[in-house]
């Protein structure tokens, strides 16, 4: 079964600390993956997409297709990247992503 | 800019009665989806829908159905609510061909049944 994990549920980090969300996939087949965020009272919404290979509000992620993984990372956090992230790959040929549990990033000042 | 609309932003319901979460897009798009979405167990799909009167069920329908008279209008229906119901419900939208995969999300319908 085709399957995403992000092990934290929460993590805690410093402003300017460097932060990295694990995501890991199984999938057959050639994934397309996604980081989506929500900041508080805020609505849910596309952070980044690896085909795009560009770098969001500082965010990148590599898709490591060897190891199945899909970190999201940034060198400096800063306090208003405080939010809940999810990693949602696409579940192949009928339009659903499959979402993980995400994980709620803390970052403090 | 894609617009998602969900009707209410908040709902407070009896048990036993029948709800209705209306959900409407503005850009045209193909599929839409409904989700609920509860802390420690991220977002689940319930139902969508990927062309008018065309639904699919996702993990969760028990309890639940959908409704797609209008591309634009993607109604979720709880026939008789349950206290187990409660939640916070995201209506989703998008587009078919190369961005067919980025979800536009509204801003959320949080329910409680009483």
């Known amino acids: 079964a085709q399957r995403v994990t992000q092990p934290e549920k929460l993590l805690s980090v410093f402003k300017g600390a460097p932060v990295e969300l694990k995501c890991n996939y199984s999938?057959?087949?050639?994934?397309?993956l996604f980081w989506y965020v929500q900041y508080s009272r805020q609505r849910l919404q596309l952070l980044l997409r690896?085909?795009?290979?560009?770098s969001i509000k500082g965010f990148t992620a590599d898709l490591n297709k060897g190891e199945t993984s899909f970190h999201l990372k940034k060198p400096f956090a800063q306090e208003e990247d405080s939010a809940m992230y999810y990693c949602a790959p696409y579940a192949g040929n009928n339009r659903k992503l499959i979402w993980g549990l995400g994980t709620s990033l803390a970052v403090n000042p | 800019d894609v617009k998602v609309t969900q009707s209410s932003r908040y709902l407070v319901k009896r048990t036993g009665e029948k709800v209705f979460l209306e959900c409407v897009q503005d850009?045209?798009?193909?599929?839409m989806f409904w989700y609920r979405q509860d802390p420690g167990l991220g977002l689940r799909l319930i139902y969508f829908?990927?062309?008018?009167?065309?639904?699919e069920k996702g993990d969760i329908p028990e309890g639940y159905s959908v409704s797609r008279e209008k591309k634009e209008r993607f109604s979720l229906i709880l026939e008789s609510a349950s206290t187990n119901q409660t939640s916070m419900y995201l209506c989703a939208s998008s587009p078919e061909g190369l961005a067919k995969n980025i979800q536009y999300f509204g801003a959320g319908t949080r329910l409680s049944v009483l």
């Open positions: 690896h085909i795009s290979r560009e």
């Open positions: 829908s990927y062309d008018v009167k065309m639904k």
């Open positions: 999938y057959s087949g050639s994934p397309e």
């Open positions: 850009m045209d798009h193909e599929n």
